[in-house]
């Protein structure tokens, strides 16, 4: 009796199931008949027969319905699926810039360095308003590209408006085909490694753990990774980086999908090949697998995070290819930090907040002119042997204690050379100005020096060594070791 009772339960739930799915198919063709009905009218009866074309109503409906998800999702054409298969290559005709679709407006995640866009002054955060003219205000992102990639050589102008500044600001870039480096380390001093990770794609967790290599071979135990404008790149490339710095069954990352549970979980597998101290460098440029790195360290306390709030692009895109060889690009989950915090629309927040140094519109100005640049090559014909950054003024005993404390430094002495050089050159001297920017002009001024004296790995190391947020960074690192010291 037990038994047959149990039957008609697993017959009445499967009857039920079947009505449930009966009634969802139902609801799903009442939903779907007004487009259909919308697709004959205009078949029949728009007055430009060219544009009721059945293959493009059928693209512009699945790009509306598809548009309405999210910023992220995507319906790729087949050339638009062609593209995103040669991004993974890390080699493509271009600016060098990712983009998104944030709150409705088209802007830049993050320019890649040492690329057109990048040496334009494109920033992250940068809202492209205009494209050769024609306005981005409903533009998707795969639209959007095509406007700005083209043959090597040529040249594109976007409007771009930054901040809260109304106007908007032209640039025109000179298309080429972008390589991307996708890190790359040194040291600071020497007792800091730097690791610069642009893109987490291709062989960027080789590079890392090359680099990583060298520094146990030297004995460092302070890491600077700088992920600032890292618009991220391909997942396992971040579960392989951060595998690197943590020990052995450590959750990295997981994902939840639509039921609320978790789906994929990435554990580290190989244990940590460094064991020191880490500060994470981030801001809103930072996104991605950038925000998957800096979210599995500072979950598992083994970074301290600094910067600005990163991007918040945390969600799983599924690539589901299409009988015509197009695509769809489908959000199916979200990626979520050890800890279980969401990274999508909210990003990571640093540990300690250290915004970026925003130079005023007189030293920008002065910047976009080449006045650093042509200084350098003034000052190099009288200092041939560049900027002696380790020289230390001797102070005398003879000198009297006013004469000490007015004593200027390298830096000051530098300083003054550069505003002799605008009087020379009559340009317009802002003293105040140049007093707030003092940290990015002698940064600019030490990297185009060092760039003429050495080349561009010189050039790289004078920037990150007069970086004023990494220089913190080093602050902070020697501070942590001060600590240990003291609890030891």
Request: charge should be neutral; charged fraction near 30%.
């Amino acid at each position: 009796m037990k038994k047959r009772f149990v039957i008609i339960l697993l017959v009445l739930a499967a009857v039920f199931a079947a009505f449930a799915r009966a009634d969802k198919q139902k609801d799903a063709y009442e939903a779907l008949k007004p487009l259909m009905e919308v697709y004959a009218i205009i078949q029949e009866n728009y007055v430009d027969e060219g544009k009721a074309d059945p293959k493009d109503l059928a693209t512009n409906a699945i790009k509306g319905m598809v548009t309405g998800l999210d910023p992220f999702s995507q319906y790729l054409d087949q050339q638009a699926y062609k593209d995103m298969n040669d991004d993974t290559h890390a080699q493509f005709g271009g600016l060098g810039i990712e983009i998104a679709v944030k709150d409705g407006q088209l802007m830049v995640v993050a320019p890649i360095e040492d690329t057109p866009a990048y040496t334009a002054g494109i920033k992250a955060g940068d809202k492209i308003m205009m494209i050769e003219g024609d306005t981005t205000d409903g533009m998707d992102v795969n639209d959007a590209v095509h406007k700005l990639r083209g043959e090597p050589g040529t040249k594109v102008t976007i409007s771009v408006q930054r901040g809260n500044v109304a106007d908007y600001k032209d640039f025109t870039i000179t298309r080429a085909i972008i390589k991307i480096e996708t890190a790359r380390y040194n040291t600071i001093g020497e007792d800091v490694g730097y690791i610069r990770i642009n893109e987490f794609m291709g062989d960027a967790s080789d590079i890392v753990e090359k680099g990583l290599k060298e520094f146990k071979k030297d004995k460092i135990k302070k890491l600077i990774i700088d992920l600032r404008d890292d618009p991220g790149g391909l997942l396992d490339q971040a579960v392989q980086i951060s595998d690197m710095f943590l020990p052995k069954n450590t959750l990295i990352v997981y994902t939840e999908g639509r039921a609320k549970t978790k789906g994929m979980e990435f554990k580290s597998e190989k244990g940590e090949q460094f064991k020191g101290d880490i500060v994470v460098m981030i801001n809103r440029g930072s996104a991605s697998a950038s925000e998957i790195l800096s979210g599995a360290l500072q979950d598992n306390n083994r970074a301290i995070i600094t910067g600005t709030q990163s991007f918040g692009k945390g969600s799983v895109q599924t690539i589901i290819p299409l009988s015509d060889k197009s695509a769809l690009r489908l959000t199916t989950a979200r990626y979520m930090t050890p800890k279980g915090r969401s990274i999508h629309g909210v990003g990571i927040t640093p540990d300690i907040v250290m915004e970026e140094q925003i130079p005023t519109t007189y030293t920008t100005a002065l910047y976009e002119k080449n006045i650093f640049e042509d200084f350098a090559a003034e000052y190099l014909k009288k200092h041939p042997e560049g900027i002696d950054t380790k020289k230390k003024d001797v102070v005398k005993v003879s000198e009297s204690d006013i004469k000490v404390l007015f004593k200027k430094d390298e830096d000051e002495k530098l300083l003054d050379d550069f505003i002799k050089y605008l009087k020379e050159k009559k340009e317009d001297v802002k003293l105040q100005e140049i007093v707030m920017d003092k940290d990015s002009i002698l940064k600019w001024i030490k990297t185009e020096v060092a760039m003429k004296l050495k080349g561009r790995t010189a050039s790289r190391k004078a920037a990150i060594e007069n970086d004023s947020q990494v220089k913190r960074a080093i602050d902070i690192l020697n501070t942590m070791g001060k600590l240990k010291e003291t609890k030891s």
